[in-house]
């Protein structure tokens, strides 16, 4: 039976002036036109009145934002999309460990522009070597949470499944299952959780639970190059589930040749520190006569202690058998 574990500690040191510890608030919500379509990749503004801090979000592909992390006062939200009107919205109040839910409905702006289309000439790789290709750009697909949740994926490899270009080799039971992009076999795209590279981490996202992921980022092309952590095939960034507040959630599964799966996950907040457990296991008997049985357990913790708004410390902790 082999083991595999893996540990991450990333340490966080910005510029600025080590602050006294504070509590903060959450605001949420969806972002929306007025026909009801969700709007992605907006980003939307908080400002703290009184500091004059401005805080962004992007919203995900479902269309929601999250800004966490704000100091308890009085904030400004406020939205600015091309084509739409821009949205502002005053005397939001933030206390301490709050979450305030609010959905942002933008009108569409009714803008008459003036568009010169010129013929270009196809890029001629011959002529011009020094210039990359257009199907090397850089490319990013996005798997948060909701998606997730919708996808009832069960482990990283289950939530990537469905993003463009996807291809799962499947192996044996020792290597289990691989993933890239383009349909491209060797080598495969690197692995990063946290931001914080990972070497020989292939395998892993096999045994990661699903359940303990909170958003998967994808990067396609030599162009991830520009990131300093990754190769010419891409990287996979996941990004620890986080909690606001306290959460205990648990599954289980049974099917046939005696095959069952359960999971526990608990998270919560507390001041400036958050933390998230996940234990899970999984059997079969597999075919008869055929050596299939298998048993397989999973432990998963990630904290995150933000000691002031110049120090951050996160440590990662999985370990598979």
Same mark, same amino acid.
Request: charged share 20%; hydrophobic share 40%; no cysteine.
């Given at each position: 039976?082999?083991?595999?574990?893996?540990?991450?500690?990333?340490?966080?040191?910005? @510029?600025?002036?080590?602050?006294?510890?504070?509590?903060?608030?959450?605001?949420?919500?969806?972002?929306? #036109?007025?026909?009801?379509?969700?709007?992605?990749?907006?980003?939307?503004?908080?400002?703290?009145? %009184?500091?004059?801090?401005?805080?962004?979000?992007?919203?995900?592909?479902?269309?929601?934002?999250?800004?966490?992390?704000?100091?308890?006062?009085?904030?400004?939200?406020?939205?600015?999309?091309?084509?739409?009107?821009?949205?502002?919205?005053?005397?939001?109040?933030? #206390?301490?460990?709050?979450?305030?839910?609010? #959905?942002?409905?933008?009108?569409?702006?009714?803008?008459?522009?003036?568009?010169? +289309?010129?013929?270009?000439?196809?890029?001629?790789?011959?002529?011009?070597?020094?210039?990359?290709?257009?199907?090397?750009?850089?490319?990013?697909? /996005?798997?948060?949470?909701?998606?997730?949740?919708?996808?009832?994926?069960?482990? +990283?490899?289950? @939530?990537?499944?469905?993003?463009? *270009?996807?291809?799962?080799?499947?192996?044996?039971?020792?290597?289990?299952?691989?993933?890239?992009?383009?349909?491209?076999?060797?080598?495969?795209?690197?692995?990063?959780?946290? *931001? @914080?590279?990972?070497?020989?981490?292939?395998?892993?996202? !096999?045994?990661?639970?699903?359940?303990?992921?909170?958003?998967?980022?994808?990067?396609?092309?030599?162009?991830?190059?520009?990131?300093?952590?990754?190769?010419? @095939?891409?990287?996979?960034?996941? /990004?620890?589930?986080?909690? #606001?507040?306290? %959460?205990?959630?648990?599954?289980?599964?049974?099917?046939?040749?005696?095959? !069952?799966?359960?999971?526990?996950?608990?998270?919560?907040?507390?001041?400036?520190?958050?933390?998230?457990?996940?234990?899970?296991?999984?059997?079969?008997?597999?075919?008869?006569?055929?050596?299939?049985?298998?048993?397989?357990?999973?432990?998963?913790?990630?904290?995150?202690?933000?000691?002031?708004?110049?120090?951050?410390?996160?440590?990662?902790?999985?370990?598979?058998?």
């Amino acid at each position: 039976m082999r083991s595999i574990v893996v540990f991450v500690f990333s340490l966080l040191l910005l @510029a600025s002036a080590v602050n006294a510890q504070i509590e903060s608030g959450v605001i949420t919500g969806i972002l929306k #036109d007025s026909a009801g379509a969700v709007i992605p990749q907006a980003t939307i503004e908080a400002t703290n009145v %009184e500091a004059g801090a401005v805080y962004k979000a992007v919203s995900s592909e479902t269309g929601q934002y999250l800004l966490s992390d704000l100091p308890p006062g009085l904030y400004k939200l406020s939205v600015r999309v091309p084509g739409f009107k821009q949205f502002s919205q005053t005397g939001i109040r933030v #206390d301490a460990a709050r979450r305030i839910v609010i #959905d942002i409905v933008l009108e569409v702006d009714t803008i008459r522009e003036t568009i010169t +289309v010129s013929a270009a000439s196809p890029l001629v790789i011959l002529a011009r070597p020094q210039q990359e290709t257009v199907a090397l750009h850089t490319s990013v697909s /996005t798997v948060d949470r909701i998606q997730i949740e919708k996808q009832a994926a069960k482990t +990283v490899i289950d @939530a990537l499944s469905y993003i463009p *270009g996807a291809w799962t080799e499947t192996r044996g039971r020792k290597e289990k299952q691989l993933f890239s992009v383009r349909g491209q076999r060797y080598p495969y795209p690197e692995y990063a959780v946290d *931001g @914080a590279l990972f070497r020989e981490f292939y395998e892993v996202p !096999y045994f990661l639970s699903a359940e303990d992921v909170e958003r998967i980022e994808i990067l396609r092309s030599s162009a991830t190059l520009l990131t300093g952590i990754s190769g010419l @095939a891409g990287i996979i960034d996941i /990004t620890p589930r986080s909690y #606001d507040r306290r %959460e205990t959630r648990w599954l289980a599964e049974y099917g046939s040749l005696g095959t !069952y799966r359960v999971h526990v996950s608990h998270g919560q907040r507390v001041g400036n520190l958050s933390y998230g457990l996940g234990l899970g296991g999984s059997h079969t008997d597999g075919p008869e006569e055929r050596h299939g049985a298998e048993s397989m357990l999973t432990l998963f913790g990630h904290t995150n202690w933000k000691a002031s708004d110049s120090l951050s410390l996160r440590a990662t902790l999985l370990y598979a058998q």
